[in-house]
């Protein structure tokens, strides 16, 4: 039977011994694929890494009629807006239900937007910030803000209807036949 002084001396020297070959038989975290470098489709396209505002500026389509068009100036207008937008952007003021339309607005749906717009680039993702300045013929100062995501080689602009969870989202895709540069 070993004597307490022996397992006083050897018990830290085993310790480190176990520490020591333990750490050399640990598997190493598998590295993923490298990330995917910036590609360019087409001349005059966006480029497929982080956008920049140059590569977001330009007219985009949501709902038949619905547009967001981004100046490379910084300054936006939304033309069409459709109930889901407006729904969104006074979903958060506090109001129930259609008050705040009501109230503000007589209860006309304003269809028309203008401002500024910046892009910011979220723990996650990255948002397009519309700051308005006018929503239908009204002095309004409020900001909304867009997500931008990448399906393929096609970037898109949304908000999320309800619970983003859920996965219901309102989405802008670049217009058809529309110039980049407004």
């Known amino acids: 039977m070993p004597t307490d002084r022996f397992v006083r001396r050897t018990t830290p020297l ?18 993923g694929p490298p990330p995917a470098p910036a590609v360019t489709p087409s001349a005059g396209s966006m480029t497929l890494g982080p956008p920049s ?5 330009g007219v985009w389509c949501g709902e038949p009629g619905e547009t967001v068009m981004l100046s490379p100036d910084s ?8 109930e889901a937008f407006t729904k969104a952007l006074f979903d958060d003021d506090g109001y129930v239900g259609d008050n705040r339309l009501q109230a503000e607005f007589g209860g006309v749906r304003p269809t028309i937007g203008a401002g500024r717009w910046a892009l910011f680039d979220a723990p996650t993702f990255l948002v397009v910030d519309l700051g308005f300045d006018r929503l239908g013929t009204r002095a ?17 602009l949304y908000f999320s209807i309800g619970d983003p969870d859920d996965g ?15």
Do not use: I, M, Y
């Open 140 to 156: 309004f100062e409020e900001s909304f803000g867009l997500s931008v995501s990448r399906e393929g080689s096609e970037r898109h």
């Open 53 to 57: 505002k140059a590569d977001l500026a």
């Open 168 to 182: 219901n989202q309102h989405r802008f895709t670049r217009c058809e036949g529309a110039s980049t540069n407004v």
């Open 14 to 31: 085993a310790v480190l011994a176990a520490v020591v070959a333990l750490a050399g038989c640990t598997p190493k975290p598998a590295a």
């Open 75 to 82: 300054t936006f207008v939304v033309e069409g807006l459709s």
